[in-house]
């Protein structure tokens, strides 16, 4: 059974600094992208940071240069380093990996639970 579980989500204060982290358990052959998601309360889900199997990185507009994803293979995790907090970037943070289970399988979609952010002045 595979389980993805993310970390370092919290309460900090405009202007601060947070680590995410998600690792992924279980019965796993191989990863394609690691992304990382948020919903706000009333707010569509919108993808925020995702990097390729290749290192190659895509961000939301409003998160540039405040934010980074990076991924450990090794480890099957993948991060998100925040900076800059501003209060806009409140929101339950999602982990998303495209993954293979087994060689025969096609690549799926998995999630975490949710890591909650909240940013406040």
């Known amino acids: 059974q595979v ?3 993310e970390s370092g989500g919290g309460l900090v204060q405009a202007g601060g600094s947070l680590r995410l982290s ?3 358990s279980g019965s796993i052959y191989s990863i ?3 992304a990382w998601y948020r919903q706000a309360p009333g707010k569509q889900r919108e ?4 990097i390729s199997s290749s290192d190659v990185t895509n ?7 405040r934010f980074t994803i990076s991924r450990d293979n090794a480890k099957y995790t ?5 900076n800059s907090l501003k209060p806009e970037d409140t929101a339950t943070y999602y982990c998303n990996m495209q993954m293979k289970v087994s060689p025969w399988s096609d690549y799926a979609e998995r999630w975490g639970q949710g890591t909650p952010v909240v940013v406040y002045e």
């Open 3 to 5: 389980r993805l579980v």
């Open 22 to 24: 998600c690792a992924a």
């Open 32 to 34: 394609n992208a690691m």
């Open 47 to 50: 993808l925020v940071a995702a």
């Open 59 to 65: 961000y939301l507009d409003s998160v540039k240069g």
């Open 78 to 82: 993948v991060y998100l380093q925040m």
